[in-house]
């Protein structure tokens, strides 16, 4: 870094500059990537080996074992389902209603909504460990809506970084493009639909991303609300195998990591399809159209 | 909830003028005195608000309210004797060593991965957003931990901290004994490491998506002037990101002081002795395994006023984001 | 922002006084009802036992068209019991739950949680015709029965034969009877470098890790006393002070390991020996050769005599149940001499019944490795049944951490202090 440093009349970052980027990114990549490597390893051993050379792969010890395993006791295609539906509709309700608070809390001037942010606020302080029995009881109690789906939607259905989040954003576009919008006679929603939306595609992304991770690893929630094998997702299914697995399997560890890469991988798979959409939206372009 | 009753003596004229929208000014200003400037705001905010009400508000009150009360949970019908017990639950949760140790130690991992937190993932974000090849690739793989289901990465984490792990391999004659882990002076410090390290893909993501933002002309007219790489990452991108850096600040702290699934399953219940007990893992303890949640809401409420104080001085600090 | 928490917190207390306090009122929930129908129940989800329980209950519905029973699975480990107090809280508990943890009954029950067996007719008399003297640890402080006495998994240790074999050591009659005998086995075991360890159990500090390092050398070395007994704390005492040196030695010469393994340590070769039920055979499965001792006390008793932890898993029938009778019915049902031989059958867990070697001679002819098992289950020690059980293990859990597995603490001030607080905790229930 020190050679731009010295030549700061240059336009463009020097050569030293991108190969330290580069380093840094790669590094930054390895240390990211191992863990999910060493997963699919472990998962493929036929006998665990946690020594350090058991982090490379051993052709003599390579198995689908593991797999065979999982998909022999559990439903896959019925936890996936219900993963979808859970997931999908957490993601629906907050992306919807999650977007329209976040912009009116952010563009919008009316009564109550420092109050409203201050309660968004509150909902990341409080530990959920404080309110998962008296939610319980509310949801399953009062509402009636133990083993269905919308009772293990509803606790997650509007998430409130991602309200928080789809705020932020808001703030940062420059104030006078809606109001030129507003000036030509848009609607308030039209504002909304035709200009704070396609400015902030990427914090849109970031929020879908964000949020299907909640819903999708979640295990405790939907574990409680539902003792009906039929509507739990994978993640509670996984858990139930990994928590009674070692009875069966050949390699417990290797069960557990084979678990976690059938829950991790449409996850990630989703990411590698959505990520190119997650492209840069030019403010400047925005000021013209 | 008096905000939406009308705030005027003469209640029902006054409302009627305003539903039909005639253009009587007193109305007008009346109802922009009620409601705001934008009542739409309200009508759009609306879903959120019932939902947090429906959902939020009602066990947290509770929560509060049993905080006061010697409280226990029972089967609906029961009957069961739950008197009033002022600051009981306070003073039982203040005098417990156990509790101050447990603050204490959440106190070491904010100090730790809050900096850590905001600044690697501003660097390695504004380093993303200028990669010109591989940007997926990066994208992918710095999202992976955050995806990957805590079961598994707390095995790959043991297995690289553990006594005979690869770290410690590396590490040869330095490596710590007791090793990391069981080592009352780094295991919060480690597991301040790990969830560094398991939540940075979130973080920048969030960065991304600001740095996105940032105005090229911006970066242009800097380098006009004659700014090198290093002086406009300070002159443009921090102060253009800083909403983000707020919002990063807040979540991170806020995560932070609500850590559970680490010590829980990292150091197998909070050791060694307590090292890495966190005030949610008491909580967790006093009120789901042993059955007092009266005590358990109460070093809650202590939290969540605690964080709260923090969050407040951080925007102080941060400059707020509003202006 | 303070002043909009404030009003936040003011719209939100408005709100509980309209929505109120939904508990409260209505009849108790210990005595039974007399309904009969449709039941549902839990249990545990590993394999070997959800094929008994299928069979089960497969045999009670094709002869009570009427009363039939579905079930659901929960898991088998801790979590199983926040499931169970969220149940209870909710009123949506089912009948019967195949899984109940002795330590979490005392907290259930003043929940108003469970119903009690002796308000059945018969009900003690069941109990204690089926499981003889042991069933008395089961008891609460009242005298009746809020669990029904189920099925135990005796502590004893296991030996891996290959590693005893390669250290030099005998592996068909180990050294492990005495204290010193089972240190200096231990000392062998490592220095041979069969394995890392001798014995490696969990050194992490949740509540019930003790009922599986200091609590079942401490039945033995006192022929059978419970941790606390008549409200008191019994373990300020030599016997303690031995157990507890025991296990000090272990740790502070490296023959057992302070750092938690990830996965089963007796599997992956990792210790030479473990400290387990039954249930564990399953795990061990065709990878280790693996042979069975009681565990050892200070001066080495015989086996006949000695005791150890049950690690018992009961059955409880909760107070939401509708169909109380009918559930009642199918636990008398489920644990019939048949059924328990299934159980044993099946899982390879004791059925908590007197005689259980006489009962079920075939089996143990079949099976000579368990015999050892079913003679232990004769002899076994469950958790106290007292108020604030999980607090107790938890503080004797910290302390026990601190002074014997990390040594920072001295074990003689470690054991008046638990026994201490653990005296305030009885009284306080």
Redesign the interface.
Known sequence: MSATVATPKREKPGRGGTVLRGVVLIAGALVFLFPFYYMVIGSLQRTPDSSVTGAFPNIANLTLDNYEAINSRIGLLTGLVNSGIFTGGVILGTVVFGMLAGYTLSVLQWRGRGVTFALALLVQVVPFQLLMIPLYVLIARDYGLADTHLGMILPFLINSTAVIIFRQYFLQVPKELFDAARIDGASELRVLWNVAIPLVRPALLTVILITFIGPWNEFLWPFLITKDASLQPLAVSLANYISSVAASAANPSGAVLAGAVVLAAPAVALFIVFQRYFTSTDIGSGVKG | MTATTPAAPPGAVPRKADRRGTASPGGGRRKRKLLGENPLGLLFSAPYLVFIILVFAYPLVFAVWMSFQDYFFAAPGAVVDRPFAGLDNYARVLQDPAVWRAFGNVGIFLIINVPLTVILSLLLASALNRAVHARAFFRVAYYVPYVTASVAIVGVWLFLFSGNGLVNNVLGPLAPDPSWLINSQLAMPSIALFVTWKQLGFYILLYLAALQNVPKELYESASTDGAGPVRSFFSVTIPSVRPATVLVLLLSTVTGANLFTEPYLLTGGGGPNGASTSPVLLMYQRGIEQGNPDVAAAIGVILVVLVMIIAFIQRKLAGGDES | ?????T??AI??????AL?GC????????NTANAERGDITI?Y?????EIAWGEQMIEAWNADNPDEQITA????????S???I??A??????PCLIFNTSPAAVP?FE????LVSLSSFEGGDDYITERSGELAEQYASADGSYFQMPWKSNPVVIFYNKAMFAEAGLDPEAPALSTYDEFLETSRTLTEAGVA?FAINP??????FQSWFDFYPLYAAETGGELLVEDGAATFDSDAGAAVADFWATMYSEGLS????????SF??GESAMAIAGPWAI??Y?E?VDWGVVPVPTSQGISPEETYTFSDAKNIGLY??CENQATAWDVLQFATSEEQDGQLLELTGQMPIRQDLTGTYPDYFEANPAYEIFGDQAERTVEVPNVA?S??IW?TFR?GY??AV??G?DDVPAFLSDAASSIDDLVAQG
């Open positions: 922002m303070q002043r909009r928490m009003a936040a719209a939100a207390a408005g709100l509980l929505t939904t508990s409260g009122g209505g009849g108790g929930g839990w545990s989800n590993n394999e070997a659901q699975e929960i898991p088998a480990g801790s979590s019991e926040e499931v107090g969220a209870i809280t909710a009123g949506n508990a907290q003043k929940q108003g949680g890392p969990a050194p992490t500090s949740e509540f390991g302070q750092e938690q393994y990830p996965g089963d599997v992956d399953n795990y499965g990878d107070s939401a604030n999980v607090e938890q910290d951490s601190s597995i990390f920072d």
